[in-house]
């Protein structure tokens, strides 16, 4: 199995039991070894008092790209500490994109970087996640 079809399998095992990013709208896009792009159309229901979609909303698609980049090699791996600064606001209608990188992997602890985008290339934020490896896999290999 290649490193990109290990990915894949695991993306769609995860996706499976992701009610959290399917309910909020999330379009997986994409997926490799150590990286993954996830997208969402901003709705009403995604948006703050002040008309724009709200910060959660932005930290959940940053998150999610995060969590599909870090568990791309089947096994199990969750957030430790994640931080994000949001850099520009996006409206009703607009399509984010989350782009997750990794940067390191080193033993059981990683740290993956997600620039969210709208739909002309504008970045809206920036998120840096820290990951930790745990017992179990996505499949059976």
């Known amino acids: 199995m290649t490193p990109k079809e290990r990915a894949k399998k695991s993306a769609a095992a995860m996706w ?76 009703i209608n607009e399509t984010l994109t989350a782009t997750a990188t990794e940067v390191s992997l080193s033993g059981r602890n990683g740290i993956y970087d997600v620039k969210v985008t709208d739909s002309t290339g504008k970045t809206v934020a920036e998120f840096r996640g820290f990951s930790r490896t745990i017992k179990g896999q996505h499949f059976q290999e």
């Open 16 to 91: 499976a039991n992701d009610s959290a990013s399917i309910w909020l709208g999330m379009e997986l896009i994409d997926v490799d070894e150590g990286g993954a792009t996830l997208s969402l159309k901003v709705q009403k229901h995604h948006t703050n008092g002040h008309g724009i979609c709200h910060g959660g909303i932005t930290f959940a698609l940053a998150d999610s790209a995060f969590a599909f980049a870090c568990n791309s090699r089947n096994q199990a791996t969750v957030a430790q500490h994640n931080v994000i600064s949001y850099t520009a606001s996006a409206k």
